[in-house]
């Protein structure tokens, strides 16, 4: 949706997920951990994934974010062609970007963010 701001979404969500017996587990950042997000002096928001916890496997994303329509395309072709969260997390994002919130949420499986530099990894 195309609201301020925005709501995208793909893959399963938690209830799906669980309806279809896919064990799964959830990570969320907040925009607040993000640091393009910091530099743009606007927060408001989440990067949410959702992984099989057995396979690793990107099976759901939500986001709420300025530019949430412009993540989610990239996070509905992780889904599709199963990649897994570990492959999020070691892939190259630049820095100051809204697209690196992926790699942070990624991260977020294994470490907390917020005690992170911001050019952690």
């Known amino acids: ?9 793909a893959g399963l969500d938690e209830a799906q997920a669980e309806s279809k017996g896919i064990p ?8 607040k951990d993000v640091p393009r997000a910091i530099a743009a002096n606007d927060t408001r928001g989440f990067i949410k ?3 099989n916890s057995e ?6 994303a939500r986001v709420v974010a300025p530019e949430g329509g412009e993540l989610i395309q990239q996070l ?3 889904i599709k062609y199963r990649i ?12 100051l970007t809204l697209g690196e919130g992926i790699k942070l949420a990624a ?6 963010v917020s005690k992170l530099s911001c ?3």
């Not at 799964?24 to 925009?31: A, D, H, I």
């Not at 991260?107 to 907390?112: E, L, Q, V, Y």
Request: charged letters at 25%; hydrophobic letters at 40%.
């Open 49 to 51: 994934l959702i992984r």
């Open 76 to 78: 509905s072709m992780a």
């Open 119 to 121: 050019c952690a990894s």
């Open 55 to 60: 396979t690793d496997k990107l099976i759901g």
């Open 84 to 95: 897994t969260v570990k492959d999020l997390a070691d892939s190259f994002y630049p820095y």
């Open 1 to 9: 949706m195309f609201t301020d701001p925005q709501i995208a979404g």
């Open 24 to 31: 799964f587990e959830v990570s969320k950042l907040e925009l």
């Open 107 to 112: 991260i977020t499986f294994g470490k907390d």
